[in-house]
């Protein structure tokens, strides 16, 4: 087995609470007495995708919750799946967490989770491979990819093709524009992964919602209003959110520090876990007030 998908099976509880007048079902991973971290997924995604990495942060009690409208969480009822609607319900369940909660957030959970970093203050803020500036502003092939897209989300959520946007196809497509590994083993398993998750969206309409938000969205704009200290993990071959744009993103929050990692993409928690972890693990170990 690679080393990256190597690991001893953690702790984990499965509830369902209600959040901000939300349904929404929660994976807690880890030491229930230890320091939580509340963790949020990426576009498409699900709680599963952040277990390899929560799996290697024995240290901390890691909250993922399935962000609702995705996994099994059912939609918003009374907002959209924007990055509004998201925040205030992430802001929410960090304040059920207490005032010592830390936040992460990967790829569109980045920027929900730097909105609510700049009005919810957690203890600290890491971003995995955050979106520095909109897709829709993107260039090249890059940007002709997300506009490809796009026209095929609305086109099909207009024509009520919810088998065109679940199908198999749209998830390796997905796996390979964000995976860069060269270990078969595990860039078979990230397809696996994105096979299995990808199509668990619950409805077209929540779909296409947050995903004109993960387009036209960024951390950035939000970035300067964030106080709490920021560890950003990046991959230095991500085709969606390049290098010079977390260069930019770092240098717009008051405290930040970048890390990149040599040979790797849009999927550092799937491609190098351990390696996050041990970042995580070191960033927030050394806050004032850490445990030693």
Same mark, same amino acid.
């Given at each position: 087995?690679?080393?990256?998908?190597?690991?001893?099976?953690?702790?984990?509880?499965?509830?369902?609470?209600?959040?901000?007048?939300?349904?929404?079902?929660?994976?807690?991973?880890?030491?229930?007495?230890?320091?939580?971290?509340?963790?949020?997924?990426?576009?498409?995604?699900?709680?599963?995708?952040?277990?390899?990495?929560?799996?290697?942060?024995?240290?901390?009690?890691?909250?993922?919750?399935?962000?609702?409208?995705?996994?099994?969480?059912?939609?918003?009822?009374?907002?959209?799946?924007?990055?509004?609607?998201?925040?205030?319900?992430?802001?929410?369940?960090?304040?059920?967490?207490?005032?010592?909660?830390?936040?992460?957030?990967?790829?569109?959970?980045?920027?929900?989770?730097?909105?609510?970093?700049?009005?919810?203050?957690?203890?600290?803020?890491?971003?995995?491979?955050?979106?520095?500036?909109?897709?829709?502003?993107?260039?090249?092939?890059?940007?002709?990819?997300?506009?490809?897209?796009?026209? /095929?989300?609305?086109?099909? &959520? =207009?024509? *009520?093709?919810?088998? #065109?946007?679940?199908?198999?196809? @749209? $998830?390796? +497509?997905?796996?390979?524009?964000?995976?860069?590994?060269?270990?078969?083993?595990?860039?078979?398993?990230?397809?696996?992964?994105?096979?299995?998750?990808?199509?668990?969206?619950?409805?077209?309409?929540?779909?296409?919602?947050?995903?004109?938000?993960?387009?036209?969205?960024?951390?950035?704009?939000?970035?300067?209003?964030?106080?709490?200290?920021? /560890?950003?993990?990046?991959? &230095? =071959?991500? *085709?969606?959110?390049? #290098?010079?744009?977390?260069?930019? @993103? $770092?240098? +717009?929050?008051?405290?930040?520090?970048?890390?990149?990692?040599?040979?790797?993409?849009?999927?550092?928690?799937?491609?190098?876990?351990?390696?996050?972890?041990?970042?995580?693990?070191?960033?927030?170990?050394?806050?004032?007030?850490?445990?030693?």
């Amino acid at each position: 087995m690679t080393a990256a998908l190597r690991v001893g099976a953690p702790r984990t509880g499965r509830a369902e609470r209600t959040v901000d007048g939300a349904r929404t079902v929660v994976h807690t991973v880890g030491d229930p007495a230890a320091p939580p971290l509340l963790a949020l997924h990426g576009l498409r995604g699900s709680h599963h995708g952040l277990a390899p990495l929560a799996a290697r942060l024995p240290g901390l009690r890691v909250v993922i919750p399935d962000l609702p409208g995705f996994g099994a969480s059912p939609p918003f009822t009374d907002r959209a799946h924007d990055v509004a609607g998201y925040t205030r319900w992430a802001a929410a369940l960090l304040r059920d967490l207490g005032p010592g909660a830390a936040l992460l957030g990967h790829s569109f959970g980045s920027v929900v989770a730097t909105a609510t970093a700049a009005t919810a203050a957690p203890r600290a803020l890491v971003l995995l491979n955050p979106i520095a500036e909109p897709a829709s502003a993107a260039g090249g092939v890059t940007g002709a990819g997300t506009r490809l897209t796009a026209l /095929l989300h609305e086109g099909a &959520a =207009r024509l *009520r093709l919810d088998g #065109v946007l679940r199908h198999r196809l @749209l $998830a390796d +497509a997905a796996t390979a524009t964000m995976a860069t590994t060269t270990d078969p083993l595990l860039r078979h398993w990230i397809a696996d992964e994105h096979r299995a998750r990808f199509g668990t969206f619950a409805d077209v309409r929540s779909l296409l919602e947050a995903f004109r938000a993960a387009g036209s969205g960024s951390a950035r704009s939000w970035a300067p209003r964030v106080t709490a200290p920021v /560890l950003l993990l990046a991959g &230095a =071959r991500d *085709r969606v959110a390049p #290098v010079a744009g977390q260069h930019a @993103l $770092a240098a +717009a929050f008051p405290d930040a520090r970048l890390v990149l990692l040599p040979r790797t993409g849009h999927l550092v928690h799937y491609e190098a876990p351990a390696w996050a972890a041990r970042e995580i693990t070191g960033f927030l170990g050394g806050l004032p007030g850490s445990p030693r």
